[in-house]
């Protein structure tokens, strides 16, 4: 049976040109980047040329860049690390209630640890405003971490602004930008004091995290062991994924302009075409900047864990907008956030396009949601 993918903001699968490189750096690149023998300085070399695309495409220095085990670890080094290193008093941090469990987990730990934390709710579309940041900030405040755009709706934030706002008042800025990296098109590290990013949401190799560390933002290393990454992340170098991201960066930088405009016709056509052929279906986030290859909708009646396996069924691989626990759908904190009611909360599923994904897919992908939503509905 063939399939349809549409759950790039899961994963998106790696590129030709990222499973070559990463083939041949396995192949031919494989010392230790410490080495100091000529094995070793040519995985040095490699990792170097790397963080240097990072920097001409994301702006920022080469070595404000540190690699990490993946986005969720760039989340927490850049949240910890930068506590670890601040001397202050103060324990007060800002994020919103809409970030990923990488920054909520952390933020319920720390609040353990003594921290005190306002979570701020965005609105319907699920947009977290300057002024409702603002607001909640007092002199005790030391920390902000608000996401570029919502793994779940796609939501934009406009973290240019949040972050003009902060500078001013001298407060420390941590974006999350895993999803918006390669899907955002102005996306610059000159917005933060910290960002975080993944390499396997830009077609790049899992288990590969970014963290970029502006020069002079206090830091202390959360993971020890050897110098590596300028003492700011111990362990040797996931270098044959390295590879794999500088193969996905150069795809990016050279077609990302024609991807995201390709990828918001098959958004924006997926969408209509579902609007014409489902009744009830409530598009999530719509009237917003999203990201560009992402559709969350809402089908009452379905509960969307039993849909996406109908859809699985049925060849289409889409995400619960929810986490699934043991046979039960936990409500999505975004929606709830955003101001769902519970219904809704348990009834959404988030389609995300992606390299790979074509025209022609889409009204395929439309008739098999509507069979396996005309299904479900009948049968409850
Ligand atoms: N932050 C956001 C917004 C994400 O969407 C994800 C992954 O889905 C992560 C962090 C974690 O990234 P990783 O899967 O590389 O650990």
């Not at 609040?111 to 709710?121: A, L, M, N, R, S």
């Not at 949040?162 to 996306?187: P, W, Y």
């Not at 909360?345 to 025209?359: E, K, M, Q």
Request: proline share 3%.
């Amino acid at each position: 049976m063939s399939f349809y993918y549409l759950d790039h903001n899961a994963t998106a699968p790696a590129l030709p040109e990222v499973i070559s490189a990463v083939t041949n750096c396995l192949q031919n690149n494989f010392g230790n980047p410490s080495s100091s023998h000529a094995q070793g300085r040519k995985a040095r070399a490699l990792i170097e040329e790397i963080r240097e695309d990072l920097a001409h495409w994301l702006g920022g220095k080469s070595h404000e860049f540190v690699f990490t085990s993946g986005g969720t670890e760039a989340d927490q080094l850049a949240i910890r690390g930068f506590l670890a290193g601040q001397n202050s008093p103060h324990k007060h941090i800002v994020t919103t209630a809409i970030e990923h469990p990488a920054v909520l987990r952390t933020c319920e730990q720390l609040e353990k640890e003594g921290y005190k934390f306002t979570y701020v709710k965005p609105d319907s579309n699920g947009l977290v405003t300057v002024e409702a940041i603002e607001k909640v900030l007092h002199s005790d405040t030391v920390l902000v971490s608000v996401m570029a755009a919502n793994n779940e709706v796609g939501s934009i934030q406009s973290i240019q602004d949040i972050s003009a706002m902060l500078k001013k008042r001298n407060i420390t800025f941590h974006c999350d930008a895993v999803q918006a990296l390669g899907r955002v098109e102005s996306l610059s590290v000159q917005s933060a004091d910290l960002m975080s990013f993944s390499a396997h949401k830009i077609n790049g190799p899992k288990g590969l995290g970014i963290l970029y560390i502006r020069k002079g933002i206090p830091f202390v290393s959360q993971i020890l062991g050897g110098p590596q990454e300028r003492d700011l992340r111990g362990g040797t170098e996931n270098v044959s994924a390295i590879a794999g991201l500088g193969a996905a960066i150069q795809w990016w930088r050279a077609h990302g302009s024609e991807e995201r405009k390709r990828l918001t016709l098959l958004r924006d056509t997926l969408q209509k075409q579902l609007q014409e052929a489902i009744p009830d279906m409530q598009v999530n986030a719509e009237v917003i900047s999203r990201l560009p290859n992402t559709l969350h909708v809402t089908f009452s009646g379905c509960r969307a864990d039993m849909l996406v396996i109908a859809l699985d069924m049925r060849g289409l691989c889409v995400s619960a907008g929810s986490a699934c626990a043991s046979g039960s759908v936990k409500a999505s904190h975004v929606l709830l956030a955003m101001g769902h009611n519970a219904e809704a909360a348990v009834s959404s599923i988030r389609y995300s396009l992606g390299f790979g994904n074509t025209l022609e897919e889409i009204p395929i992908v439309v008739e098999i949601t509507r069979q396996a939503v005309k299904a479900m509905r009948e049968n409850v």
